[in-house]
Nanobody
């Protein structure tokens, strides 16, 4: 059984940075590609970034390219999302998931989701 716990969100001003963490509990973390998604109230969850389980090969949504970076620490079973130059936007919750990398994006490959961590960027 897999459990995912996201943390690191908060309220920041435009232009600031945040680093989100996703703690993976369960077996075989090293075998899974991992991704980040976000969701605004009333909207569908959308892809943000993903990283292949080998650590080679990452994908980003066009809206975050050049500003966000996904990474993983196998010793800590943790996936990170470094977010720089944050843009003002509605409150969004960020979620991590086990994914399959497909073309220019990634799709959740299992139904495991954490509670998410909220990010609000004020102007």
């Amino acid at each position: 059984q897999v459990q995912l716990v996201e943390s690191g969100g908060g309220l920041v001003q435009a232009g600031a940075s945040l680093r989100l963490s996703c703690q993976f509990s369960g077996r075989a973390f090293s075998r899974y590609s991992m991704g980040w998604f976000r969701r605004s109230p009333g909207k569908e969850r959308e892809f943000v970034a993903a990283l292949h389980f080998t650590g080679d090969g990452s994908k980003y949504a066009d809206a975050v390219k050049g500003r966000f970076a996904i990474s993983r620490d196998g010793a800590k079973n943790t996936v990170y999302l470094q977010m720089n130059d944050l843009k003002p936007e509605r409150t969004e919750a960020y979620f991590c998931a086990i994914v399959k990398l497909v073309a220019r994006t990634a799709i959740p490959s299992r139904g495991d989701w954490g509670q998410g961590t909220p990010v609000t960027v004020s102007s």
